[in-house]
């Protein structure tokens, strides 16, 4: 079956930078579209950032410039590198895939950053 296994996450201070990593299984990953979203506890899901099977990218207003999606299909992975993180990007990160219309298929079990002052 798929498996989308997110790692990376961790502690930061505000100003520095992470690596999300999402390593995905039980399908072909070059062939689906995929994508970061995060959550804060309360709050609505956010799209972060999507990449296409031909490597477009887009990303919400709050990360441009900030964040970078890529995605290694000889390795079956997606990448978010994050820097000049802000206390505001404080959330768990899920990565998601396969996208039908609107709605991702697959979903990844999240990892929790946290930005300090």
């Known amino acids: 079956q798929v498996q989308l296994v997110e790692s990376g996450g961790g502690s930061v201070q505000a100003g520095g930078s992470l690596k999300l990593s999402c390593v995905a299984s039980g399908y072909i990953f070059s062939t689906c579209d995929m994508a970061w979203y995060r959550q804060v506890p309360g709050k609505e899901r956010e799209l972060v950032s999507t990449i296409s099977t031909l490597k477009f990218t887009t990303y919400g207003d709050s990360v441009k410039d900030r964040f970078t999606i890529s995605r290694d299909n000889a390795k079956n992975t997606l990448y978010l590198q994050m820097n000049s993180l802000k206390t505001e990007d404080t959330a768990v990160y899920y990565c998601?895939?396969?996208?039908?219309?609107?709605?991702?298929?697959?979903w990844g079990q999240g990892t929790q950053v946290t930005v300090s002052s």
């Open positions: 998601a895939a396969c996208r039908a219309y609107v709605i991702y298929n697959y």
